[in-house]
């Protein structure tokens, strides 16, 4: 093998190594500086009520009804549901309500590492704005953790769950989209996070749609 042969070859297996996804969790992941911490991820379809969002207290906020709006489905921008521990709702009757996290936003960046077999390569983002609130189910997996912060099935603390498809119920809802066009897998990354200023159009559908009976904090 000569040496031009030997130094291509020695770059593709850095570069896979470099590039490759991995299985993992939460509690081997190292947050870089300017993250808050390591969360995983899901994603379903219609938002909830936790917030009091859309029409009727259920479906599409205005901005992501529409693909081609500035800020919508496949631009990188979602709604979606966090855990408790971030939501910080009122409980009745078992559910949260009007959490403090009502209507904040997080930037969320793929880790490179997934919770199964595959996953995304390291760096694809998205913005997600709160408007639910992800219960803690006790179920296998269970993602979403409690109030008290303990950690879920995968050694995470926070977790997002990300509504891909806000204008009806999908049993099968479609993958996020990175804001770099990647597409992100079907539950189980892990991402890191940290709180964002809500881009102008998001806070105004927030105002619009969710404000009146659950105030942004």
Known sequence: MNAQ???????????????????????????????????????????????????????????????????????????????????????????????????????????????????????SSITVMVVDACYNNNGAPNWCTSITGGPDDFGCKVHFDIDTDPTAYNPTPPNPVGKDGTQWTNGGEFVQYRQVPCPPAMASAFTSDCAGDCPAH
């Open 5 to 123: 042969v030997f130094s291509l070859l020695a770059l593709l297996v850095s570069s896979a190594h470099v590039y490759a996804q991995s299985v993992g969790s939460c509690s081997n992941i190292t947050t870089e500086g300017g993250w808050q911490g390591v969360a995983s991820i899901s994603h379903y379809a219609y938002m909830g009520t936790a917030c009091n969002c859309g029409n009727g207290n259920e479906g599409a906020a205005n901005w992501q009804g529409n693909t081609g709006a500035a800020l919508g489905i496949g631009q990188g921008y979602y709604s979606g549901a966090v855990n408790q521990l971030l939501f910080q709702g009122n409980m009745a009757s078992g559910e949260p309500n009007c959490g403090s996290g009502c209507g904040v936003c997080y930037e969320l960046q793929t880790t490179g590492v997934n919770a199964y077999d595959g996953g995304a390569g390291p760096g």
